[in-house]
């Protein structure tokens, strides 16, 4: 299974270069690179090619996971999926308390929410995960196909009235719902967040439901890795130690982290432009104390 895996990411690396020479976005990654995160000519040239290697790797992983057996797929999971659990998430996991997951759109985040739900189940705690249906968001279908076909029970919510009540109950009995606030459309329902060094629109989703529920909140992210799938969660923010408007500056702070950690693994690297609301730096990033998220994490 290693061997595939191997062949999958070289397959992926030259079609990754195909699209990199043919794709019209190619300017644009590399100027938001720049722009954004501060990046030199020439490393930004690199993650842009790592860019689409990562997400050609991506999707053949997704595919190649949907044709494997019930046994094929658990002992895929369970050979090579590594966790990184920070001491008071996994005790968390271990409670009948339920949180919110944060993390970014990535290349494989259909089989790290496979990966996570496999973590939950075994510690006796269940996933959730907002997702829009195939008919509002096409480029979900396959993996809405992936989770349907799979023996984790993920609940999948839609972006309804319906599934936005039975999240919220199923949230305060315990499940963890992850959630992608990413950047957001100005036309949605936004908040205006200090990102970058910029402010720039993002989802008011996170505080809704902290508010309505008291859930303490988690930042996670997914990484491929010489052949395996690490999955990393952080430290919980408790909201009660927080002021109301604390938890998405916290929020947004800890994704911002997780993505210029590996900024060529995020959906939204050409599109960062479409969610600008101030177009200058800003010299106070956020109002309370940015954590380093360099303490301890246990190897779980």
Not at 70 to 82: A, H, L, M, N, Q
Not at 225 to 244: A, C, D, F, V, Y
């Amino acid at each position: 299974m290693k061997a595939a895996l191997y062949v999958i990411s070289i397959f992926a690396w030259i079609m990754g270069y195909y699209k990199y020479i043919i794709s019209v976005n190619k300017t644009v990654i590399k100027y938001n690179l720049t722009y954004f995160f501060g990046y030199s000519n020439n490393k930004a040239e690199i993650d842009t090619i790592k860019h689409f290697i990562t997400f050609s790797r991506g999707q053949l992983l997704q595919r190649w996971y949907g044709k494997l057996s019930p046994k094929s797929r658990i002992k895929f999971i369970t050979e090579f999926v590594d966790y990184k659990i920070h001491p008071q998430a996994l005790l968390l996991a271990k409670s009948n308390e339920g949180a919110i997951i944060i993390t970014p759109h990535q290349s494989i985040q259909s089989i790290a929410a496979i990966g996570l739900s496999n973590f939950l189940t075994a510690n006796k705690s269940k996933l959730g995960t907002f997702f829009d249906s195939k008919d509002v968001n096409s480029g979900n279908a396959k993996h809405l196909e992936v989770f349907d076909s799979d023996e984790e029970d993920i609940l999948i919510f839609h972006n309804n009235t319906r599934d936005l009540v039975k999240s919220i109950r199923s949230l305060r009995n315990g499940m963890w719902l992850s959630m992608y606030p990413d950047i957001f459309q100005y036309s949605s329902a936004f908040i205006a967040v200090p990102m970058f060094n910029k402010i720039m629109a993002g989802m008011s989703g996170i505080e809704y439901m902290v508010s309505k529920t008291g859930a303490a909140v988690v930042s996670g992210v997914a990484d491929f890795k010489n052949g395996r799938l690490e999955i990393k969660i952080h430290e919980p923010i408790r909201p009660e130690l927080l002021k109301s408007d604390a938890v998405s500056k916290l929020v947004y702070t800890r994704l911002e982290k997780c993505i210029r950690e590996q900024p060529y693994n995020w959906q939204y690297l050409s599109q960062m432009k479409q969610y600008l609301i101030v177009d200058h730096p800003i010299e106070t990033v956020v109002t309370i104390k940015t954590e380093d998220m360099n303490s301890p994490i246990a190897t779980v």
